[in-house]
């Protein structure tokens, strides 16, 4: 179960904030694994803007929020003749998780696809740290953007340990992350569980301390402790500072470690607000936006 909680402590202008922390089963190890340092600013050049967050109350409280470190602006995207994102509008900004919510084929891989530079937008912008982006992938990663997608990719012939290696990513980084992936370092990445590579997939994603970080699907066939595991070091990844896009279909659990939420509803965002608030509306939302006659529309 995830809970969360908070600490008091002075910000920058000299105003006392609440700063909040998600724990799996709040236990003295989770905790001690969660420090509450500063967080990194990635862009810190660029001005914040206000906006409400939730407090540990459920409260909402006035709070900056940094400028966006991703952004779709009237984001139209579709196949070929075929339109399937129409005019969408969010961000996501430093230190946030934000759920993308929606039933199959409301558009959540498309934009991901889009966001990451692997679909062109028909029209509208995607912004990347502050710009404008049309760059396609490999290059939006040198500017810190990692997706990991539907598809878990490893190198199936390889070993755990090479498989880090060829991501470029510090082996010891990646087991802090993950100490379970140590056993694990001479088995080939393509004989792992889903679970197991799914584990590696995230560590080589966040040990790059990633800027934005796109995730789809991330319970794909995993077990729910698995599931758990995975959600808790993402959360702890935008408390260290990246914006994560996290595309879900476990609604609950995701809002749980979401700041705010989007709903897609046929391409389109049908609505938008604090995690917190949108568990309290999980019915309600499940029943107008996610049901079985969503998906027959
Ligand atoms: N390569 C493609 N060519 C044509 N149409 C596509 C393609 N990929 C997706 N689509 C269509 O675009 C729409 C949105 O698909 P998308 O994969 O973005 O949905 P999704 O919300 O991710 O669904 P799911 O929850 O099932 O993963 C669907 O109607 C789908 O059939
Ligand atoms: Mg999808």
């Known amino acids: ?51 409400s967050i939730d407090n540990a109350n459920g409260e909402a409280s006035a709070a900056p929020r940094p400028a966006p470190a991703i952004e779709a602006r009237k984001l139209s995207v579709g196949y070929g003749p075929i339109p399937v994102l129409r005019e969408i509008d969010f961000t996501v900004s430093p230190g946030e998780v934000v759920a993308l919510l929606g039933v199959n084929g409301a ?18 912008e995607v912004w990347l740290n502050g710009r404008v982006c049309t760059a396609p992938l490999h290059r939006r990663a040198k500017d810190g953007l990692r997706l990991i997608p539907e598809e878990r990719s490893v190198f199936m012939t390889l070993s755990t340990a090479d498989d880090l290696r060829l991501g470029g990513q510090s082996q010891s980084r990646c087991l802090e992350l ?35 970080l796109l995730v789809d699907e991330l319970s794909l066939g995993l077990a729910p402790l698995v599931f758990e595991r995975l959600l808790l070091a993402v959360r702890a990844a935008a408390d260290r500072g990246a914006a994560i896009l996290l595309v879900e279909q476990h609604i609950r659990q995701a809002l749980e470690v979401a700041d705010r939420a989007y709903v897609l509803s046929r391409g389109q965002v049908a609505l938008e607000g604090p995690g917190q608030e949108m568990l309290g509306r999980i019915d309600e939302i499940e029943q107008t936006y996610l049901a079985v006659a969503e998906l027959e529309k």
Not at 6 to 13: E, Q
Not at 23 to 47: E, Q, Y
Not at 107 to 124: D, F, I, Q
């Open 107 to 124: 558009g959540k891989t498309t934009t991901v696809r889009a966001l990451a530079g692997e679909l062109k937008p028909t029209s509208g």
């Open 1 to 51: 179960m995830l809970t969360t909680v908070s600490r008091r402590y002075r910000a920058a202008d000299g105003t006392s904030k609440t700063a909040l922390k998600w724990v799996w089963n709040n236990s003295p190890w989770t905790r001690s694994r969660l420090d509450f340092g500063p967080r990194i600013n990635h862009n810190a050049a660029v001005s914040t803007t206000m906006n």
């Open 178 to 212: 993950f100490p379970e992936l140590e056993k694990l370092l001479p088995r080939k990445a393509g004989l792992l569980s889903g679970g197991e590579k799914q584990m590696l997939t995230l560590a080589r994603a966040l040990a790059s301390d990633p800027v934005v």
